[in-house]
């Protein structure tokens, strides 16, 4: 079974930046075949994919994030990455990565990221 463990939230100033990480528990020839998303919930909102990156590292972005997010991946090392700059208070949510469409897993405990002053 597939297990996603992310890491590197934290609290950050407004204009900050963090990078996530995302490791993920298969092998590698199994990985490099999958297209992965990171996504996020904020309290009171539903899951949103933000960012997501095809097994050929095209990428897309939810248009609140484009420009100041950048999703890429190390195939060898089995891990989707989520590095984000500049920003805002409305980031504040808890990230989760999971594969996308047929590559979806079961969610893992995702990571809290606050931004705040």
């Known amino acids: 079974q597939v297990q996603l463990v992310e890491s590197g939230g934290g609290l950050v100033q407004p204009g900050g930046s963090l990078r996530l990480s995302c490791a993920v528990s298969?092998?590698?020839?199994?990985?490099?075949?999958?297209?992965m998303g990171w996504y996020r919930q904020a309290p009171g909102n539903q899951r949103e994919l933000v960012a997501s990156i095809t097994n050929s590292g095209s990428t897309n972005y939810a248009e609140s994030v484009k420009g100041r997010f950048t999703i890429s991946r190390d195939n060898a090392k089995n891990t989707v990455y989520l590095q984000m700059n500049s920003l805002k208070p409305e980031d504040t949510a808890l990230y989760y990565c999971?594969?996308?469409?047929?590559?979806?897993?079961?969610w893992g405990q995702g990571t809290q990221v606050t931004v705040s002053s």
């Open positions: 298969v092998s590698g020839s199994i990985f490099s075949i999958y297209n």
């Open positions: 999971n594969g996308l469409g047929t590559y979806a897993a079961s």
